[in-house]
């Protein structure tokens, strides 16, 4: 992407850059993918936990939106039309795995993964290194939530990472309001479970 | 366990999803009960990691690729659409206006049969089709069937149908079905010398699909 094309995205609108593109402006849908890959890469990536399929299917969502883009309606966010249309593609993936028998994620499918022995800093141990700490923590809630089931995975990336409202998860997943909640306090149970020994030292 | 409602009330306060009267009396409970409140606590700490660990924006490997790769694969869609397009209208349009014949339409629209093929068994002695029923829409067209040990093919004959004009670019029809996949089938026009004109299928994913000669110049 040129420096020029880059300046612009700031100052063109959505609606602009939509509305060219439905009239067949590729350059004008190449801001938009520019505009939002990142965002929409990282919920792929979040839900997949793996770098390249969480890639291939960020693209997959950005093909169908243009394809679906005649249909679009101007009423609405792009980025939430957008966003459905990429939960949709990494969830359909995400049960096709399921159906396939790889639901569960395990280490090996999570390209971050910590490290073989690696465990939090041990109690009372003052950290040398706080950035690295960090990074290591980080790490171990990619790997928990990576072990997580599809559904409560699910949840956690739409509340955590997104901020969506229950309702809004419900409408998205789809489910009631009762699953949702019931799904992100036994996700965050799991996780508590996971990262118990890392909490432990940190609270 | 605790009840679902507990449960929910724990995370509806943790994700602020509660309006102040009930995060009054939840706090209230908090503070009365130290075991909900440690388990608060660790909720909301592991919420606070989860979200300072998980961003909501991420860097894109090798982001201009993954630009030029969409471009490249909506450029492809548009030339293929483009060519399906070229290539059906002229023949559809042949076809539509051979189906709009006079001749069709005085004959009652039963120059089509339409043959159910409620069983096609491939036999282990002779490998031929085994048609078990047919029908036409009209009562003046029978079909006769059988099989053609010289030509190794099953025969459907249209007695009853007016003739059709010879000049006419479309000038047969058959239907195949898949040796291997049973349920592909297809259907296929050919024009006066014997070449496929446009043939109808469905892909691997059951959609109807068609495929049509390019028009002669």
């Not at chain 1, 995205?9 to 938009?32: C, H, P, W």
């Not at chain 1, 679906?68 to 966010?77: E, H, I, R, S, T």
């Not at chain 2, 001749?103 to 002695?125: N, Q």
């Amino acid at each position: 992407m040129p420096a020029s094309a880059a300046t612009d995205l700031g100052e063109v609108s959505d609606i602009d850059l939509v509305k060219r593109s439905q009239a067949g402006d590729t350059r004008a849908f190449d801001m938009l993918v520019t505009k939002y890959r990142g965002r929409i890469y990282a919920m792929t990536y979040h839900l997949i936990q793996n770098e390249t399929e969480a890639w291939d299917l960020a693209q997959e969502a950005f093909i169908k939106a243009w394809r679906a883009l005649p249909n679009f309606k101007l009423d609405a966010g792009f980025y939430t039309w957008l966003y459905r249309i990429a939960h949709n593609v990494t969830y359909d993936w995400l049960r096709k795995r399921k159906i396939q028998g790889d639901g569960e994620f395990d280490d090996e499918r999570t390209e971050h993964r910590v490290a073989a022995g690696a465990e939090a800093t041990p109690k009372g141990d003052p950290a040398p290194d706080m950035a690295l700490r960090n990074a290591e923590l980080g790490h171990r809630i990619q790997a928990a939530i990576a072990k997580l089931s599809p559904e409560h995975r699910q949840v956690i990336v739409l509340r955590e990472v997104e901020g969506l409202a229950y309702e809004e998860i419900a409408a998205l997943v789809p489910c009631s309001l009762g699953t949702v909640m019931s799904r992100l306090f036994y996700a965050r149970k799991k996780l508590q479970e996971q990262l118990k020994d890392v909490y432990e030292t940190t609270l | 366990m605790k009840p679902p409602s507990e449960e929910h009330d724990l995370i509806r306060w943790l994700d602020g999803e509660m309006d102040e009267t009930e995060r009054a009396a939840f706090e209230a409970r908090i503070k009365a009960n130290p075991a909900l409140a440690q388990e608060a606590e660790e909720m909301r700490a592991l919420s606070a990691g989860i979200r300072a660990h998980l961003p909501a924006e991420m860097a894109v490997p090798h982001a201009d690729f993954f630009n030029s790769q969409i471009q490249v694969r909506i450029g492809q869609m548009e030339i293929d659409e483009a060519r399906r397009r070229e290539a059906v209208a002229p023949v559809l349009g042949s076809l539509l206006s051979w189906l709009r014949q006079s001749w069709l339409t005085a004959a009652g629209a039963v120059a089509v049969a339409v043959v159910a093929f409620l069983s096609l068994r491939p036999s282990s002695e002779d490998a031929h089709s085994l048609i078990l029923s047919s029908y036409t829409p009209s009562a003046g067209v029978q079909t006769v069937t059988f099989h053609d040990d010289n030509a190794d093919a099953t025969v459907l004959m249209l007695d009853g149908l007016e003739e059709v004009p010879a000049d006419r670019k479309i000038s047969g029809i058959s239907i195949s079905r898949s040796e291997t996949e049973p349920e592909m089938a297809s259907t296929t026009l050919f024009d006066a010398a014997g070449s496929p004109q446009l043939v109808i299928f469905r892909d691997a994913a059951g959609n109807p699909q068609f495929w049509a000669s390019k028009p002669r110049g």
